[in-house]
């Protein structure tokens, strides 16, 4: 299969920007149009929403004083047929959802839309594509995962802190630089460190935190520096863990409890972590009530940060910007949702946030909400009893 040069394609002119003129997407009565089919239209879309590109702005300057025989209804009508090819319904039915609807509201949803049916291999020899979500394969979630890259830079000593890597998939790395050369210090993230976009394995995981991102702590850094002089079999067990959870390949979320030099894997992660986890799950689930074990609850747990990468503050992108390993996040909670009904989740942080990644899979009732904001320890007080409960049960399947 021949190269795909994408940038080709979507920077004709060096920047991010659609390959046709926003008329040819937004404008459905251009009969001058046509050669661009209702597919191809929602591929490019697809893509710019993808890499972050304002495509907003777009959509409302066709039908702004630049292009006076375009109106609003227009480009209503022109959102409404792309809706009704992604779910191969009626445009009628679809304008009457939406009619009162506006305009941002119709074009959110057209967004939320897109980027549940929108694929994009991490190849370049695969064409991008669209797929009802609800029917992607296990096989297809793992090969679009732009996180084996990042995999595949974590070897060695220097995984914990690298000194020539900047650990960031290469589609957010425009966005993650532009971002970090306008934030505060305490914003910026660091990318000399592992990133975490989860910890764990989600695929297998019983019960799942949505968290906001990876705090960076200095001490942690120091410890990194120190393993990077320990024996490189002393830390393996520990890289390993780590390269196989971003391509849920892990079997625990914590790693295993030995070693032959009498510090275990799980001392090193402990230690570096400040046993932050390890200290959390057992005061919350381990205990005569629950009959639960810290290792039934190693095997059945994980965490899904909201941005991958660690800083000392979080800060969000520009408004309504999303990194494409954000949107990938997207993609991986509908997969767990539909394919894992046994699952439920820990919402403790950036409740807002998760609600506006997730759109309608939001309405599913798997979903617990913490009383205490920004807290990450868990109880029967904090998630309510129900909630607590359904936990304890999910741990037990």
Not at 11 to 17: F, I, S, V
Not at 102 to 117: K, P
Not at 164 to 174: F, G
Not at 290 to 299: H, P, R, V, Y
Request: net charge negative.
């Amino acid at each position: 299969m021949d190269y795909i040069d994408y940038d080709r394609i979507y920077r004709t002119y060096g920047e991010l920007g659609f390959p046709h003129a926003e008329r040819t997407y937004f404008d459905h009565i251009g009969t001058e149009f046509s050669y661009n089919t209702i597919e191809r239209k929602l591929l490019d879309i697809g893509y710019l929403l993808w890499h972050g590109y304002d495509v907003r702005a777009d959509i409302h300057h066709t039908y702004s004083d630049a292009h006076p025989s375009v109106s609003q209804n227009d480009v209503r009508q022109t959102i409404y047929i792309l809706l009704a090819e992604l779910w191969e319904g009626r445009t009628e039915y679809v304008e009457q959802m939406f009619r009162h609807k506006s305009m941002d509201a119709l074009i959110d949803e057209l967004f939320t839309t897109v980027l549940r049916y929108y694929h994009l291999p991490t190849n370049h020899y695969q064409p991008h594509y669209l797929k009802d979500p609800l029917d992607m394969t296990e096989k297809e979630l793992r090969d679009c995962n732009p996180w084996r890259e990042v995999a595949d830079l974590s070897a060695r000593n220097d995984f914990l802190l690298s000194d020539k890597h900047n650990l960031v998939c290469s589609d957010d790395k425009e966005m993650i630089e532009t971002f970090n050369a306008s934030a505060k210090p305490e914003h910026k993230y660091h990318l000399n460190i592992p990133a975490y976009p989860w910890y764990g394995n989600p695929l297998t995981a019983k019960v799942i935190v949505l968290s906001l991102n990876p705090g960076y702590d200095e001490r942690q850094s120091k410890i990194a520096a120190m393993y990077k002089m320990l024996p490189q079999g002393l830390v393996e067990g520990y890289a390993i863990h780590l390269r196989s959870m971003l391509t849920f390949d892990c079997y625990s979320f914590l790693p295993e409890d030995f070693g032959p030099h009498g510090v275990t894997t799980r001392d090193l992660a402990n230690i570096h972590q400040g046993y932050y986890w390890q200290d959390r799950l057992t005061s919350a689930f381990v205990n005569e009530d629950t009959g639960l074990s810290f290792e039934q609850i190693n095997d059945r747990f994980a965490v899904v940060q909201y941005v991958g990468y660690s800083s000392i503050k979080y800060a969000p992108l520009k408004r309504g910007q999303l990194l494409p390993s954000q949107n990938y996040t997207k993609q991986l909670i509908q997969f767990i949702l539909h394919n894992n009904p046994d699952t439920v989740f820990i919402v403790p942080r950036a409740v807002n946030s998760w609600k506006s990644l997730l759109g309608s899979m939001w309405d599913d009732n798997r979903f617990f909400v913490s009383n205490l904001p920004r807290s990450q320890w868990f109880s029967a007080a904090t998630l309510g009893e129900e909630a607590y409960s359904k936990i304890i049960e999910a741990f037990k399947r």
